[in-house]
């Protein structure tokens, strides 16, 4: 074992936590879980994988429940998804300096923080209207987004859903589906990544816990809906944490200012 077990415990609770919160928003939670990581493990190979792996079993169910209720069409995601799945696995193959991938890492959770908390705010406007936008564009945002989410080890649904409100791509839950899914083929992509460049680092004794925790809060976050706390709520205190983690991993992990 890579940690202690009380610090296993913690780590458990806090994936299932997690998990539960960002399934019922319709995301896997990899950047919280590349947070969380960061304060219990210094191995930035087994980071990446871990998180990586837990994202996979979250949205597995998402993405099933999704087409299952008609919210998704394999036709309009193919854009995307042709261009992230081999640049998300061509940025899962880099072999980064621990500095520089801790760098990259704090400014990836920073700006995923903003995004998050953004889609709280241009949510309402993507259920009003919806605007035609050409299929190159799809093509740019779904490579550039892979290539991003198989660098750090996330799915990259964190940074597409909100760009795609932002832009009034379509509804809200379409939106998601495709979020959903992108997470998905993403995080299949940069597995393979990882294997090929020989970087997959699973400590069997801390996945299968953590894969056990988020495979249950991701199936309970899933079938309820939260009553105390609305999914925009959600949004915005999960921003907030993966903001001062974000901060903490790139000044003190990455720049070594502390």
């Known amino acids: 074992m890579l940690i202690p077990i009380e610090q296993l415990v913690l780590l458990c609770i806090g ?34 994988s871990i998180a990586l792996v837990c994202n996979l079993v979250v949205v597995s169910g998402s993405t099933y ?11 309009d995601f193919v854009p995307f998804v042709l261009a992230s799945i081999p640049l998300a696995f061509l ?61 750090v080890g996330i799915g990259g649904g964190i940074f597409l859903a909100p760009v795609l409100n932002h832009l ?18 993403n995080s299949i992509s940069g597995l393979f990544g990882l294997i090929t460049s020989n970087s997959l680092s699973l400590p069997w004794v801390e996945t299968l816990c953590l894969l056990v925790a988020v495979l249950i809060g991701g199936q309970l976050g899933i ?19 993966v903001f001062i983690v974000g901060v903490r991993v790139l000044l003190v992990n990455g720049l070594g200012l502390f």
């Open 91 to 151: 940025g899962a193959t880099f072999r980064l300096k621990e500095n520089v991938f801790f760098i990259i890492l704090g400014m990836s959770l920073i700006l995923s923080a903003l995004f998050l908390a953004s889609q709280t705010f241009f949510q309402k406007d993507s259920n009003k209207e919806v605007k035609a936008y050409t299929k190159y564009v799809n093509y740019l945002l779904g490579g550039g987004i892979g290539f991003l989410s198989g660098l």
């Open 168 to 185: 009034k791509w379509d509804k809200a839950v379409k939106i998601a589906a495709l979020a959903s899914f992108f997470i998905l083929v």
């Open 15 to 48: 994936f299932f936590l997690i998990a539960t919160l960002y399934s019922s928003v319709g995301f896997g939670g990899g950047s919280s879980y590349l947070a969380f990581l960061t304060l219990f493990l210094t191995s930035f190979f087994a980071i990446r």
């Open 65 to 75: 429940l999704y087409f299952k209720n008609g919210h998704a069409k394999l036709k």
């Open 223 to 241: 079938r309820i809906s939260l009553k105390k706390l609305s999914a925009n709520g959600i949004k915005r205190v999960t921003a907030l944490l």
